[in-house]
């Protein structure tokens, strides 16, 4: 139904910056909200960066100031600029799309594969 591919990850020093990305295609009538979560060794997922689709945007205080999230709707794609990375930004990031694939039916959450983001010297 909805398939989302993630790029952007790899080995970063601290300081250093990426840029994540993920497409989502399938069978899409409509995207409401797109969002970035992650997931350190030993820690629960949590929430880094959400936007609507008229732009709104909020952040974990952890990369407020430090993460930019934004979206090209035309391309169903959301992307997650990281600055200023640290050691303790190191997780594996998913991105989450709450979609719907036909016009009558509720949103439903989809989840990307996860991409790995490791900062360290």
């Known amino acids: 139904q909805v398939q989302l591919v993630e790029s952007g990850g790899g080995l970063v020093q601290p300081g250093g910056s990426l840029t994540l990305s993920c497409a989502a295609s399938g069978s899409i009538v409509s995207i409401n909200r797109m969002t970035w979560y992650r997931q350190a060794p030993g820690k629960q997922r949590e929430l880094v960066a959400a936007i609507t689709t008229a732009g709104s945007t909020s952040y974990a205080d952890s990369v407020k100031g430090r993460f930019t999230i934004s979206r090209d709707n035309a391309k169903n794609t959301v992307f997650l600029q990281m600055n200023g990375l640290k050691p303790e930004d190191t997780a594996v990031y998913y991105c989450?799309?709450?979609?719907?694939?036909?016009?009558?039916?509720?949103?439903?959450?989809?989840w990307g594969q996860g991409t790995q983001v490791t900062v360290s010297s």
């Open positions: 989450n799309v709450r979609a719907k694939v036909e016009f009558y039916r509720p949103f439903t959450d989809y």
